[in-house]
């Protein structure tokens, strides 16, 4: 059962640009919603979360958005550095003891 | 503080052999998670402990793996009779209780291929 999606397995963004990138779910349960940045050989790295009743949350040169109404997030990363470049992961957080992630989308941020 | 250790970080066995895995979590975090991540797919939910005590398995558990954390310390994930469909990268995370945002550390996996 896939209660969370991300649907671009892949985006490339220009240096200095806005980076957006898009989750769905289907579990309205979820408690917190987290991004998490990976790259190979390593494992996830937290980024940024936001709890489920909250709507927007800023880190920095990142922010999420949560519509609940839609069940999408997005994550906003603002300018985009080619250290950015990477498989960004959504998840939705059940019962604060079990992560559904989605299928990862890999960022490429061009110089 | 080193964070979380899995070792080893690769393993490649012939099909029907067992493995064994091993979690250092952060030395104070009292909760361990086991993640199952494929080719082209995010991490699943395997299984996770409280302590010593495992209070949820998934489905994807199935009877030839095992988890174990004896003294609430340090797992350990046996597979036995291993099968081409288990090579997949093994993520063990550690957390103080149920977190809600950053709390959640990640170790670096142990990636299987069984040939």
């Known amino acids: 059962d896939q209660q969370v999606k991300q649907n671009s397995p892949s985006l490339s963004v220009q240096e200095g640009r806005i980076s957006i990138l898009n989750c769905d779910y289907t579990n309205s349960m979820f408690d917190y919603f987290l991004w998490y940045k990976k790259y190979p050989a390593e494992g996830p790295t937290f980024l940024i979360s936001?709890?489920?009743?909250?709507d927007k949350n800023e880190d920095g040169r990142f922010t999420v958005f949560l519509n609940k109404s839609a069940k999408h997030l997005s994550l906003h990363i603002v300018p985009s550095q080619p250290g950015d470049s990477a498989v960004y992961f959504c998840?939705?957080?059940?019962?604060?003891?079990?992560?559904?992630f989605g299928s990862g989308t890999k960022l490429n941020v061009k110089p | 503080d080193t964070g979380v250790s899995q070792d080893p970080r690769h393993k490649i066995t012939k099909r029907g052999q067992n493995v064994t895995f091993r979690c250092d979590p952060i030395?104070?975090?009292?909760?361990l998670y086991w993640y199952r991540q494929t080719l082209g797919q995010g991490p699943e939910f395997l299984t996770y402990f409280q302590n010593e005590a495992q209070l949820e398995k998934s489905r994807l558990l199935s009877d030839r793996f095992s988890a174990e954390r004896p003294k609430g310390s340090f797992s350990t994930l046996e597979i036995q009779r291993t099968e081409q469909g288990d090579s997949a990268m093994y993520l063990c995370?550690?957390?103080?209780?149920?977190?809600?945002?950053?709390?959640?550390?990640f170790g670096s996996g142990t990636r299987l291929t069984v040939v």
């Open positions: 936001i709890s489920s009743i909250k």
């Open positions: 995370a550690s957390s103080l209780g149920g977190q809600s945002g950053n709390g959640y550390t």
């Open positions: 998840a939705g957080l059940y019962n604060f003891n079990k992560f559904y």
């Open positions: 030395s104070e975090h009292n909760r």
